[in-house]
């Protein structure tokens, strides 16, 4: 800050001239300034310029090795003089040209805040977008379960009621069925050796007896095409090269998948009992449970059997373990069949032998074709 102080005895009344030169002069050096200013008493400065911020100076001076300075327009003043200096950061805290920066600045944040304010709006919309579709990928997901889930419920309250299909309801190449998936597996179909010799004893019809068997010997159930076809050769092979059978055992055998391979079939009686049509449980049923399956193919090959008049309408059913010493058909499948309607308790506590009311003796059901 600079200051002049002018000298009191030039006060009274006198004009003082400052030049532009900073020298007092007449009217001869007027010349080198029009511009004048005359100082009175009467005018006083503000105590501090910087408590009123209506005081605006038109212009900022620097000054350097000055001792007399004229400034703007010239105005005498009687009295003391004092001449304020105000650098950038002076005007800052003044206030000064605050109009300009705030305007400047507005703008500024204006287009800031213009970018930003599109900005999130984008982000709002993909955001929202983003939400929609997230929530349309739900409710398809959720109507795919429900669908899956009705049909599959529906599914399994069918099955019970489902018709049950005899004959070859099957395409051409395809196995025939019995019903509810149940499928026929014949000789050729699973491999069966051409090393049988010829059976002798037909199996008479209507069949009055059912007999029930299983493999035994700690055979493990099989659970598939590939691997019961393998066991229906391997017992095959077995009956003819060990036991000197002229071919497999029983009429029919049955998987735990619940299909049914074909033996020695309707024709031919089996090696158990001749008036009796044999069927076997792929297995060791004194140690495995049956499947529903199984159970369940075994039922429908019956009511194939009585549908088409090979089995007599009032059949009986047994198990090999009421006809001979035996653990055949294991308890697991004794169990089961005990409570069909057609089984027969035969050979039990004071009931007659089994067969007996045919003229069949014990010697009947260890049949050696």
Known sequence: MYTQ?????QTSGETALWTGQGRQGGAGNQGLNNHTFTASSTMTMPQNIFTNPAIQPSSVINLSNSTDVVIGPMTQ???????????ASMQTAAGINSGSSSSSSTSSDTGIGGKRSRGSSRSRRLTRNTLLLSVLV???LITAIVIVYVELSRTRGELPHKSIYFGNTYEDGTFPNLGNGHLVIERVQWGASDRSRQLTIPLQRPIPYVLITHIGVQSIPCVNLY?????????????IAEKNLPDIQSNFYVSDEGNIYVGRGWDWANTYANQTLAITFMGDYGRYQPTAKQLEGVQFLLAHAVANHKLDLDYKLVAQNQTKSSKSPGI???????????FYGCSMEQA?????????????WNGGQ
């Open 332 to 342: 697991n499948v004794y169990r089961e069949i005990s409570k069909w309607p057609h």
């Open 5 to 9: 102080q002018v000298p009191q005895d």
């Open 227 to 239: 691997k019961c076809s393998i066991k229906m050769r391997t017992i095959q092979d077995s009956a």
């Open 138 to 140: 739900l409710l398809v």
């Open 352 to 364: 007659p032998k089994c067969g007996s009311e045919l003229g069949m003796t014990a010697a009947s």
């Open 77 to 87: 003043y009687q009295g003391p003089v004092s001449i304020y200096y105000m650098d």
